[in-house]
């Protein structure tokens, strides 16, 4: 189960619980920390926060992007040297709620 899910959309649930079955998404990450869903933000995104653009993050990963040092928040997905929102485009291509 992902923590607070109540606000969502039975598609939203169902679609957020596929993608976290991918893992964390920082490469090199073998977390087996619960995953969390989260929701990309900031200039990358225009500001929009999407339920299309999320990506799965284990616990630690989270917590270090939501309250760590790296701030805005592409500074995060610098440091790893990752595309969050390709990603995030990819697996709602993938996955995209209306398929299922």
């Given at each position: 189960m992902v923590h607070g899910m109540a606000k969502y959309t039975s598609k939203d649930k169902k679609y957020?619980?596929?993608i976290i079955e991918y893992g964390c998404c920082v490469p090199g990450c073998m977390s087996n920390t619960p995953m969390n869903v989260h929701?990309?933000?900031g200039s990358q995104v225009q500001h929009n926060r999407s339920n299309q653009l999320v990506v799965p993050l284990c616990?630690?990963?989270h917590?270090?992007?939501t309250w760590g040092k790296y701030k805005p928040e592409h500074r995060?997905?610098?440091h790893h040297n990752f595309d969050a929102v390709e990603y995030a485009n990819?697996?709602?291509q993938k996955?995209?709620?209306e398929q299922h």
């Open positions: 957020f619980l596929k929701h990309l933000r616990f630690e990963h917590s270090d992007l995060f997905w610098e990819e697996l709602y996955h995209e709620p």
